[in-house]
């Protein structure tokens, strides 16, 4: 297993996955709104893993700039349908990874990722990757499934399985401490960790970190 096989099984989900309902509808709005109070209009924004840009749309009106990306050329290509449905200044999609994306004289003020950093493979490598996209005191924020956190038949039986199949792509297992450790080791300040789901505890943490200089 890969990058590349990982983003192999996102292009053959992906139209399911478009199609798919949102499981917490009254926490993903509780999450928008808490994201949009915490971004300026004049900010420049990046956000990794978009998926199919539901997101992306949501956010991109409020800043100036706003690039996301995925590693799935399949979900890029639904994110940028729904683009061209109704085409908002300073959004782009694109199919990339962290590591492709190179620092530059305007950095971004903040990087959020959503549902991102349990598939990554190289946790700290990741970090350190966005801590050096942002500029000086720039925010990272983060909503994660904490797999160590949730039912031990579900990362010692369920997801193995799954993988071993193709049923799942790569899911690391951390609890929430561990993750805001990681956060912490690579540069940041966490400033709030919250939860936002209004159907019972989802063991996504929806964690504000601010890079420290």
């Not at 499981?23 to 893993?49: M, P």
């Not at 109704?86 to 950095?107: K, N, S, W, Y």
């Not at 971004?108 to 990741?126: E, K, S």
């Not at 209004?198 to 200089?213: C, E, L, Q, S």
Request: aromatic residues 6%.
């Amino acid at each position: 297993m890969s990058i590349a096989s990982d983003a192999r099984f996102w292009d053959r989900s992906s139209r399911k996955y478009a199609m798919g309902a949102i499981a917490d509808q009254a926490g993903y709005e509780r999450t928008l709104d808490r994201t949009r109070a915490l971004l300026g209009s004049g900010d420049r924004v990046l956000e990794l893993g978009c998926g199919t840009g539901t997101t992306a749309l949501r956010l991109a009106c409020d800043v100036q700039d706003y690039l996301a990306t995925d590693i799935s050329a399949g979900m890029i290509a639904i994110a940028n349908e729904k683009h061209a449905a109704g085409l908002i200044p300073g959004l782009v999609f694109r199919t990339a990874t962290v590591e492709a994306l190179r620092p530059d004289a305007a950095p971004f003020n903040a990087v959020l990722g959503f549902n991102y950093l349990h598939l990554v493979r190289d946790l700290p490598g990741t970090l350190r990757h966005i801590h050096a996209l942002l500029a000086a005191e720039g925010l990272f924020i983060s909503k994660t499934p904490c797999v160590g956190d949730m039912n031990p038949l579900i990362r010692l039986a369920l997801l193995p399985a799954m993988r071993a199949i193709g049923k799942a792509p790569y899911a690391g297992v951390f609890r929430a401490a561990d993750l805001s450790q990681h956060i912490s080791a690579a540069g940041f300040d966490v400033l709030a960790t919250e939860s936002h789901a209004t159907k019972g505890n989802d063991n996504r943490p929806y964690i504000v970190a601010r890079k420290r200089t």
